[in-house]
């Protein structure tokens, strides 16, 4: 029986060393191989001029480079946001976001096919979770931006751990994501351009806090009591406010980077000027950002963002306690670049 080939980008450094190795190969090929794979973005083994074609044939026969099928790809009217809903080598589709802001091209990337946490306002969280993305399949979504940007002369300068799914519940295969994007040899992408966002796992950001990357935490906060963040976030039953927040301290010492809180204004559920409040005693002498996120409607959620005045009243408290905060702007909501929107629609439209 045939065995299934090797996912090449599931391999790190040391691991295609290892493969070549094995093969009889001289050391230099793994980095050769490295470098077709993160720095020109091969898609093919054919590309790969500087290995011999017996070894190309070899690669091509018991290897695979992991090229996601785009499904469907939108781009915003204003041009500056893609989507893209990538089918795996199993058959499932994900989602990743490419954002343009100014001089940076952020790509948005999931972690998981659906997600386990459940918070109520959020199109992953209402499909249920089916199962985490492999180390392999996460990477394959920057690549596939990268090689977009590639063919435009431009760069992918950031990446977000921000779309499908929780990261800190698929632990390894993020941290290895982390690690391959920023390998000096391959991707080469800053650790200070990656963003982690994490709905809370105190267990896992204490473990993260150990390995001292300085990548920047978000932690999607959302309510500053324990009572209505049980309500939002049902991962706040377990792991509560004062845990989380504990864990958050912890990280700025180990790490002494500011830690993000990601707040999703809902209008008449947490915009009122008590969680102002109660955001800020929370914040008090913690280094963090405040990021407000208008929320993004879904199907399976009645509420709707907040109003304008809302909002204003909102950041004046943030203001008067000097917390400092950004007003995100509704990025590429016409096509529903919300976390798992599109695949929502897409399997909404296949199952009609
Ligand atoms: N699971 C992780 C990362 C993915 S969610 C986390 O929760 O942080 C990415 C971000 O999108 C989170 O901050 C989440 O709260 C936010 N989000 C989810 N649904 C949203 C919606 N309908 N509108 C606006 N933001 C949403
Ligand atoms: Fe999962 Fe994050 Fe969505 Fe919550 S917001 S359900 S943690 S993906």
């Known amino acids: 029986m045939a065995t299934a080939p090797i996912a090449l980008l599931e391999l790190d450094f040391p691991a295609l060393e290892s493969l070549m190795e094995s093969w009889g190969e001289p050391p230099y090929r793994a980095l050769q191989i490295w470098e077709w794979l993160y720095v020109h973005l091969a898609t093919d083994f054919e590309q790969m001029t500087n290995l011999p074609r017996s070894l190309r044939a070899r690669l091509a026969a018991e290897t695979t480079i992991g090229v996601p099928q785009p499904v469907d790809t939108l781009r915003s009217a204003d041009g500056e946001t893609l989507k893209a809903l990538l089918r795996m080598a199993d058959g499932e589709t994900v989602e990743a976001v490419l954002m343009h802001y100014e001089r940076r091209y952020t790509a948005c990337l999931s972690t998981q096919i659906g997600c386990p946490v459940g918070c109520v306002f959020c199109a992953t969280g209402q499909m249920g979770f089916r199962r985490n993305l492999s180390a392999g399949e996460i990477v394959a979504q ?27 519940l698929n632990y390894e295969a993020s941290l290895a994501t982390i690690r391959r994007l920023a390998h000096p040899q391959g991707f080469n992408l800053g650790q200070r ?160």
């Open 142 to 168: 920057a690549l596939h931006f990268a090689r977009i940007l590639r063919a435009e002369g431009k760069r992918l300068s950031n990446i977000v751990l921000m779309g499908m799914g929780e990261p800190l």
């Open 193 to 352: 351009h990656i963003t982690l966002s994490t709905v809370g796992i105190v267990p896992a950001i204490e473990r993260l806090a150990q390995e001292k990357l300085p990548i920047t935490l978000a932690i999607s906060l959302h309510a500053a009591t324990d009572a209505l963040r049980d309500r939002l976030v049902p991962i706040n039953r377990r792991y509560g406010l004062d845990a989380l927040f504990e864990a958050c301290h912890r990280y700025v010492r180990e790490t002494g980077r500011r830690v993000s809180f990601e707040w999703v204004l809902i209008g008449g559920v947490n915009d009122t000027p008590e969680q102002a409040q109660a955001l800020c005693a929370r914040l008090v002498g913690l280094l963090a950002h405040v990021n407000l996120i208008p929320l993004n409607p879904t199907p399976g959620y009645k509420e709707q963002p907040s109003p304008p005045a809302a909002v204003d009243r909102f950041t004046a408290v943030l203001k008067k306690h000097r917390i400092s905060h950004t007003l995100r702007l509704r990025r590429g909501v016409d096509i529903q670049a919300g976390c798992g929107q599109l695949r929502q629609r897409y399997s909404e439209l296949v199952n009609k």
